[in-house]
């Protein structure tokens, strides 16, 4: 009886297409490469950089600000140097970051109108709904509109105060730290500080 | 930071230039016209019109974060929600020349 050979199951193996956009890149990195402008290695590090950077650090950042009174008004000061210096992490560069500190009074939330520009050198690469024309547009003329479909409803005696990243600026929001946190360790306020708390769409919870 | 520049101070009512260029610019069309206020000044930053075309981006541009209330920009009915933007110098004239 001829051996039948019996394949398990398992999902194609996929093969990645490639759109224009990305040829283009592999074939200026290729080029630099080539012309020893830069080295395969350096790209990798640099590829290595921008992933450690991701909400988890940027809520480290603001748990550290709720925890340490002194950290949280070098950060206001002088927001990258501050957590260059308490991470040991580069932050400073060309761009620069400003923290917003939400009032029981202020809320803010940021956007870019023009394009996506997003505090990247802390909290990575932004959400697809961050670069969405949609949100992009409506935020502006109408922040409170869109932050109830966030699921954000704020009374109205809060300002709301939408920033605009229109320049050389990124923008950071350092939420109010909610009540029901008392005697909470700086992992736990971590954890609660999620991405959107940071854009402003959203505010941390104890429960 | 050159202060000469620098020709707005923090409470100066401004008004952005109804311009309308064809190149790259960091004004959004929806505050050109609108009355704000000077909230601070960011720094001096190369001018991005010109960095965009690989120009040095020279001489170098105040950068103003200026306050807008969302009714004056938007019929709307939050008369205390704020915009803020940042806007460089050459895109805002101030309140008295507006004739």
């Known amino acids: ?207 | 930071m050159d202060e000469k520049l620098i020709r707005f101070e923090p409470g100066d009512k401004v008004r952005v230039r109804r311009l309308s260029p064809e190149t790259h610019c960091r004004t959004p069309c929806y505050l050109r016209g609108s009355v704000g206020t000077v909230r601070n000044i960011a720094g001096i930053f190369r001018n991005p019109s010109e960095l965009a075309f690989h120009r040095p981006g020279l001489p170098k541009l105040p950068l103003y974060r200026v306050e807008f209330r969302l009714c004056d920009v938007f019929c709307s009915q939050s008369v205390n929600d704020k915009i803020f933007a940042d806007i460089y110098d050459h895109w805002l004239q101030p309140i008295a020349e507006d004739g």
């Open chain 1, 1 to 207: 009886m001829p051996h039948e050979q019996i394949h398990d199951d398992h999902a194609p193996i996929e093969d990645v297409r490639y759109g224009d956009d990305e040829l283009l890149e592999i074939a200026i990195r290729a080029l630099l490469i080539e012309k020893n402008v830069l080295t395969a290695e350096q790209v990798n590090r640099q590829i290595d950089n921008m992933d450690s950077r991701n909400p988890a650090l940027g809520a480290r950042v603001i748990a550290r600000a709720w925890y340490d009174k002194r950290f949280r008004e070098r950060l206001i000061d002088e927001p990258l140097v501050a957590i260059e210096l308490e991470f040991d992490m580069p932050m400073t560069g060309p761009l620069e970051l400003v923290v917003l500190e939400n009032k029981p009074q202020i809320h803010n939330v940021v956007v870019c109108t023009l394009c996506s520009c997003y505090p990247r050198m802390l909290l990575g690469i932004p959400p697809a709904w961050y670069k969405a024309t949609e949100y992009r547009s409506r935020v502006v003329r109408e922040p409170r509109a869109v932050l109830s479909e966030f699921g954000l409803e704020l009374p109205d005696n809060v300002e709301v105060r939408v920033s605009d990243s229109t320049a050389d600026l990124r923008y950071l929001v350092l939420p109010l730290r909610p009540a029901g946190t008392e005697g909470w360790s700086e992992d736990q306020l971590a954890a609660i500080v999620t991405r959107d708390c940071m854009i402003g769409t959203a505010i941390p919870r104890s429960e």
